[in-house]
């Protein structure tokens, strides 16, 4: 696999030749200010005049070239790639946050840790959402732009589209892990606590012989009442977790749409050139179609043939009234 | 791997260095690692891309890469340098004043203003017209910046040419990858280059019409093409021998052996006593470039000459063989029964795709599918793409199985919780990828059975077979006059058969049965078009032009006798592939040091040539490279060599082309046309 670099002998050749040319160019751009002040006293001349502005022209050309602003939908990229790179970013944080979790059974700080988590989930999610809107106005400025600039707006989303899709199934991958070991946990900390409430009623019948025949004590029900609150704490937190998995599926399948098929026809490099030129010529084709059908004179020759049977008809009118 | 050493680049190819130790001749890996690094720019091209191609680097880059890969690597745009693009605006077209033609304009322009902040790539082959576009492309650039890649050696004086004439200085840099072939498999290299079989008469010929331009135009091509493959595969024959009976492999020799001496560009670190070339065809900087390219680096020297004795056991390693198609015009006849060979014989597998349509009861999507070889494509079509069409149909059976009892698994009917569903979801791309792999291959296999069916194909082949293997006028001629007058066979085959009893029994001595076949074709429907074929085959390849070799004529008498015996002894283990195509017989001779001087003489570093190849070191690596041509049925028959003989010798095969029947009869028509 040789290659070679000839960017160097290049770069002095065309050093030479450039040079070569500007000191060629030199005396005619001289004529540029005799031009001017030709005009300005009021001859005009022609041929200078239209070199000049030729001249002027071209800088205007090279200059509006260079410093060109990009449209604006490469902002909506840039912001898009930003936003993966923030998705990223999230989803590495959420997953040791999730690995902390799942690590810690008891711990004043598990509510805490998961209303973060939970925050953290939401965060992504409207990430993804995010992406998705830019990736989409991408779409449609491109598409408004026509010709090849919505060739590139529709690669351009395509191949964000694949990265959005491919973190998305990660991220929905870790979160359905999460949640899997979340529930696993939950019923496993039942029965934690309900050994918990076991002993503690031992402990209340070894310590506390007063609460004996109190079975239905007031400390039990408040103990129940914990359980149940912290059902429910778990109850709605597996339920937003679903809700953003549910909403991320939908981004997925919408994203679906954009993401070629690998392997297929659709894939290849020289089918989809083909089918541009196919795409342009059949453009081409309807754009003629409708240059002569707007150039096709016979609805010009209803048109006159029925002015002049008016006029006929006008001219019978007025021949029958004078008699 | 190794990269141009420039200065500045020497860090990058230093740490490829160590892929190199793992290098075998893999035309694939090659030409991908090329265009790695040319739609990344080399690793100096950031952003978003445009890709600009011309027609043959068009082919090159999808043989290797897909739509998806460039798109991830941040090329949004592909086209053509050679289109007419309407994005030249100013140009003041006659019909301007209509409204229509306005509004074109208009979006023209707005267009080279939202695309110039986009840098453009460009890969080319090196030739005239594609610097010309070039040029006209950089006198109003509509890309911010150039990084322009050729396919090959670049002259000096289009380097020039391209130098002048780029005013507002936007090419960052030219370089050459040198990935001007396409690797169809990794130890088969196809130019994709029509219409080389006249190239081989016309070049004895000292034309003086067009055609000879258009001829010497294709020549180039073929030599560029096996310059590129060498570069490519960096290697520098240590011998090149070429097939004697062609003028078209002497000169494609002499000129690469000339090539390879006049640039260092070739010079791959061989033993250090070696005298390197002189004459740079760049002056100045670029002769710099070359000596480090060529110097490879301090630091990774050593590595590399260690690397090359082991894997290659010491320094001349590497034979460069120039055949030409008219040593063995009867391969490209037979009827094929390996599924690449087959799929290209009966359904045309141009630069990997196979068109299905018309065919009955075929999908939508299945209208155009891929076969390609290329790493990561299809596994199933990498497995069996030599496996004839018994082990085929099983192969595609257990693969439909192994399918079914995925999808039943994956049912929809069996997803009762969110959980199972989630899972599903997540298999899901991964079976729909699958599933279009299967009903690609059952759909092919499907038209290939009907086509055998519908063909009567099975009979055919067998007396092709017998035709191009055993010695039996009587017996072949009676064979052949039935089939001949028989309605079953078509057309195309009654052509093949009787062009090849011609090629067997041009010489033979109850003669005037040829023009008794060609009446016989006549009746049976062959267009006089195709009849005249008959004779100008035995022009292109008649026995007292080509040279020995076909119908086991320069075998001796012994190993003749040996064969007959063994195959009395063995029985022949299948009908469909007793015959074992001339090349075979070249390569095993090749490997084993019997290759005759007389038939395949050599070329002197000197420039003469040399019949005496007594005393030459066996041949570790041998390239291949036919003129005319190479069929499916060869690339088979040189990968089951490869596997026989793996750690001793590779074979990698090269050629203008691949043939099927069609296409070499329809270039023989050409050489028809020419005298």
């Not at chain 1, 395509?158 to 999460?178: E, I, N, P, T």
Request: glycine fraction near 8%.
């Amino acid at each position: 696999m040789a290659s070679r670099d000839l960017t160097s002998a290049f770069l002095e050749r065309r050093t030479a030749a450039n040079r070569r040319r500007r000191s060629s160019v030199g005396p005619s751009s001289k004529m540029a200010p005799f031009g001017i002040s030709q005009m300005k006293h009021g001859i005009v001349d022609d041929h200078l005049l239209m070199e000049d502005g030729n001249a002027l022209n071209d800088i205007g050309n090279n200059v509006h070239a260079s410093a060109c602003l990009p449209p604006d939908w490469v902002d909506d990229v840039d912001a898009v790639n930003a936003t993966i790179s923030d998705i990223r970013r999230l989803t590495s944080e959420l997953t040791s946050m999730h690995a902390s979790r799942i690590g810690t059974v008891f711990g004043r700080d598990l509510d805490d840790m998961e209303r973060r988590i939970e925050r953290r989930t939401t965060e992504v999610t409207t990430l993804f959402r995010k992406a998705e809107r830019h990736l989409q106005r991408v779409g449609a400025s491109t598409r408004r732009a026509g010709g090849e600039e919505s060739l590139v707006g529709a690669n351009v989303q395509r191949s964000l589209a694949m990265q959005l899709q491919s973190l998305s199934a990660d991220f929905r991958q870790g979160q359905r892990r999460y949640l899997s070991d979340v529930k696993a946990q939950k019923s496993g900390g039942l029965m934690e606590s309900e050994a918990r409430f076991g002993i503690n009623l031992e402990d209340d019948g070894t310590l506390q012989s007063r609460n004996d025949y109190g079975f239905g004590s007031v400390q039990q029900m408040s103990v129940v009442d914990d359980l149940q609150a912290e059902i429910q704490s778990r109850d709605t937190e597996i339920s937003q977790i679903a809700k953003s998995i549910e909403e991320l599926g939908a981004i997925f399948k919408e994203l679906a749409v954009l993401v070629i098929d690998q392997g297929t026809i659709l894939d290849r490099i020289d089918y989809n050139m083909e089918a541009v030129v196919e795409h342009t010529k059949t453009g081409i084709q309807q754009l003629e179609k409708a240059e002569k059908s707007q150039k096709s004179a016979r609805p010009m020759k209803c048109i006159f043939c029925l002015l002049f049977t008016i006029m006929i008809l006008l001219l019978i009118l007025v021949a029958k009234h004078r008699h | 791997m190794i990269s141009s050493v420039s200065s500045s680049s020497s860090s990058s190819s230093s740490s490829s260095y160590s892929s190199y130790d793992q290098h075998q001749l893999d035309g694939i890996a090659s030409v991908r690692s090329y265009i790695d690094r040319i739609s990344t720019g080399d690793g100096k091209c950031h952003g978003m891309k445009v890709l600009l191609l011309d027609d043959v680097t068009t082919q090159i880059l999808s043989c290797v890469s897909t739509q998806s890969e460039i798109l991830s690597r941040e090329v949004y745009l592909v086209c053509r340098i050679d289109e007419p693009h309407h994005a030249r605006g100013g140009g003041g077209g006659g019909g301007g004043s209509h409204s229509l033609a306005l509004a074109e304009e208009d979006d023209g322009t707005s267009s080279v203003a939202h695309v110039s902040h986009m840098k453009a790539v460009c890969f080319l082959r090196p030739t005239e017209i594609n610097v010309g576009h070039l040029v006209r492309e950089l006198a109003s650039p509509r890309f911010s910046e150039y990084h322009v890649y050729f396919s090959g050696i670049l002259s000096p004086t289009l380097l020039d040419l391209l130098a002048e004439s780029d005013p507002f200085e936007r090419v960052k840099r030219v370089q050459e990858f040198y990935a001007d072939f396409l690797p169809i498999n990794p130890d088969l290299l196809s130019l994709n280059c029509r219409n080389t079989l006249p190239m081989t008469s016309m070049l004895s010929k000292t034309a003086n019409s067009s055609t000879s331009q258009i001829r010497s135009s294709i020549y180039e091509r073929n030599l560029a093409g096996l310059q590129s493959m060498l570069l490519a595969l960096r290697r520098q024959p240590a011998i090149v021998r070429y097939q004697k009976s062609s003028i078209a492999a002497r000169r494609l020799a002499t000129d690469v052996c000339d090539g390879i001496r006049s640039d260092q560009i070739f010079h791959f670190l061989r033993g250090s006593g070696k005298p390197l070339g002189t004459v740079g065809h760049v002056g100045g900087g670029g002769q710099g470039d070359r000596q480090s390219m060529s110097g490879g680096g301090g630091g990774g020297s050593s590595s590399m000459s260690l690397s090359m004795s082991s894997g290659g056991g010491g320094n001349n390693s590497m034979l460069l063989l120039v055949l030409d198609r008219m040593d063995d015009p009867v391969t490209p006849l037979l009827s094929q029964w390996t599924y690449q060979a087959m799929v290209h014989e009966l359904l045309g597998l141009n630069n990997s795709r196979v068109v299905l349509r018309g065919v009955p009861n075929i999908s939508r999507d299945l209208e155009e599918v891929v076969l390609s070889s290329a790493p990561g494509h299809d596994a199933f079509f990498q497995d069996h793409r030599n496996s004839n069409f018994g082990e085929l149909g099983e192969a595609i059976q257990t693969l439909l199985r192994d399918y079914q009892a995925k999808s039943k698994m994956n049912s929809v009917s069996n997803l009762r919780s969110i959980e199972e569903m989630q899972e599903f979801m997540e298999r899901f791309p991964e079976l729909r990828s699958q599933s279009h792999t299967v009903s690609k291959h059952v759909a092919i296999m499907g038209e290939l059975a009907r086509l055998v069916e519908v063909c009567n194909l099975m009979d055919v082949s067998a007396f092709e077979q017998d035709l191009a293997c055993s010695d039996d006028q009587a017996g072949h001629l009676r064979e052949l006059m039935s089939k001949l007058d028989s309605p079953i066979v078509k057309i195309p085959d009654k052509l093949r058969l009787g062009m090849l009893y011609a090629l067997r029994y041009e010489n033979a001595v109850p003669s005037g049965s040829i023009p008794a076949v060609k009446e016989a074709m006549k009746r049976g429907g062959v267009p006089p078009d195709g009849v005249g074929l008959v004779d100008a085959i035995l022009k292109y390849a008649g026995s007292d032009v080509r040279g020995p070799g076909l119908y086991g004529t320069n075998r001796d008498i012994t190993s003749k006798l040996m064969k007959s015996i063994m195959t009395s002894v063995q029985g022949i283990s299948n009908v469909y592939s007793q015959h074992s195509p001339v090349l075979m017989d070249t390569v095993e001779g090749a490997a084993r040091g019997k290759l005759p001087g007389q038939t395949h003489p050599m070329i002197l570093s000197g420039g003469g040539t040399s019949t005496n190849v007594d005393g030459m070191p066996l041949p570790q690596e041998i390239l291949i490279f036919m003129v005319g041509g190479v069929t499916y049925e060869e690339s088979t028959k040189v990968n089951q060599f490869n596997q026989a003989n793996s750690g001793k010798v590779r074979v990698i095969l090269g050629g203008s082309t691949v043939h099927n029947s069609t296409s070499f009869l329809e270039e023989l028509k050409l050489v028809r046309n020419g005298r």
